[in-house]
């Protein structure tokens, strides 16, 4: 894809989102002729975070995880940069899509895609450059009924390791994904892998999402952060003695080209895991608010977007247009976007953000008149990009490029 977008580039303007005033008002200014909607992705933030990212990783390689940014031309700028290597997609569909540009795509999920299998067994070149992955025999079989194993090219297939931890008092942390937990459980899926012609063990992953996802400072709440940290130290230490065992078991049956591990709010702690030979990660690029609960590093706000206020149901009121574009996860306050500008800003009870609309109060509501703008931070990164069409990337007070969403190329997997 074609794009100016370039993060080798020296930052015009570093940190300038430190400046609320400036980089909101900034923001505004760059867009006025834009029509709200709009997102905005701020091109010195995006420096920052990439840059921070590789910092954070101590030398270890980072896969892309293509989820959290959802945005081609962002995602061929992150892997121009030396420190950041191949994509994690979400799909099948979207992998196969990616690897027409990308050579070494991994599927972060077991694909049930019997279209986009069959596409996968009958095309040589993306065949060498997507890696499946596996967790039971089921998905071996699953790929064999919808194509024979002498009917196609060889899959790359890696194995994914559950990465929660059973804490003391807790009971299991983490989400549920793999079923293969011990030495055993993935030795012998490996010996099933390479024993079945059709296939080539190539990789390992784990996900320890309960370091990886979760905030360690969650907002007024001290004592539950203590709790996290306690959990999340324990944790790391489990899985890394685990996870090097069942590596090192999985290393004497098949050659492994990589093991991934980690996610944004993880680098630290998977990259320092010596069975680890690459970390995942994207959601920090673009910096959703959910990692302001973070205590190991701080992101940037790079993407944003703006809502116009369309209506004063009372003076110290504002009503903004739509709103309610809410993330993924368990229902809670968390999940909802962010007011960032203009300052002294609150959601209704009994509406927050709502399908038609957010009415907010307070100062910055009262100083708003209709037709002004509202600027929101989404709580994860990549979701935001499936309520657009496109970003605007601005620098100081100008947009210097505009680039589609996976929705503004008319894609939509999942």
Not at 309 to 323: E, F, H, I, N
């Amino acid at each position: 894809m074609t794009t100016a977008l370039d993060l080798t580039v020296t930052p015009a303007a570093p940190r300038v989102w430190r400046d609320e005033q400036r980089y909101w008002r900034g923001l505004t200014a760059a867009t006025a002729d834009r029509e709200p909607p709009v997102a905005v992705i701020g091109l010195e933030a995006l420096i920052h975070n990439a840059r921070s990212m590789l910092e954070r990783a101590n030398g270890v390689p980072i896969r892309v995880a293509s989820k959290s940014i959802r945005v081609r031309a962002v995602q061929d700028a992150v892997l121009a940069l030396p420190g950041y290597a191949g994509v994690l997609a979400y799909t099948l569909p979207e992998a196969l899509w990616l690897a027409e540009t990308v050579d070494d795509v991994v599927v972060g999920y077991p694909t049930a895609d019997r279209d986009a299998i069959r596409r996968l067994a009958a095309d040589e070149n993306l065949a060498a450059r997507v890696t499946l992955m596996v967790d039971s025999i089921e998905h071996l079989d699953l790929i064999d009924s919808v194509v024979a194993p002498g009917g196609r090219l060889p899959l790359r297939v890696a194995i994914e390791l559950d990465a929660s931890f059973q804490a003391p008092g807790l009971g299991r942390l983490g989400v549920w994904r793999s079923p293969i937990v011990t030495v055993d459980d993935a030795t012998a899926l490996a010996r099933e892998i390479v024993s079945r012609p059709g296939f080539a063990l190539v990789g390992m992953m784990a996900y320890e999402s309960q370091i990886a996802g979760v905030g360690n400072r969650p907002k007024g709440n001290p004592v539950m952060g203590r709790v996290i940290d306690w959990m999340q130290t324990r944790s790391a230490a489990e899985l890394a003695d685990r996870r090097g065992a069942v590596v090192a078991a999985v290393r004497g049956i098949a050659e492994l080209e990589f093991v991934n591990g980690g996610g944004t709010g993880s680098l630290e702690s998977t990259s320092a895991d010596p069975s680890v030979t690459e970390v995942a990660a994207g959601s920090g690029l673009f910096g959703g608010h959910l990692f302001d609960t973070y205590s190991r590093f701080t992101p940037a706000p790079a993407a944003a977007f703006a809502l116009p206020v369309v209506r004063k149901p009372r003076p110290d009121m504002a009503t903004l247009l739509g709103g309610g574009w809410i993330a993924s996860g368990p229902p809670a306050a968390d999940r909802l976007p962010e007011v960032v500008w203009p300052r002294a800003t609150r959601m209704q009870a009994r509406e927050m953000a709502g399908e038609v609309q957010t009415p907010l109060s307070g100062r910055g509501a009262a100083a708003l008149a209709v037709g002004d703008r509202v600027w929101l931070r989404h709580t994860k990164s990549g979701e935001l990009s499936e309520h657009v069409n496109e970003f605007c990337v601005v620098s100081g007070e100008q947009v210097v490029d505009v680039v589609p969403t996976y929705r503004g190329e008319g894609k939509a997997f999942l």
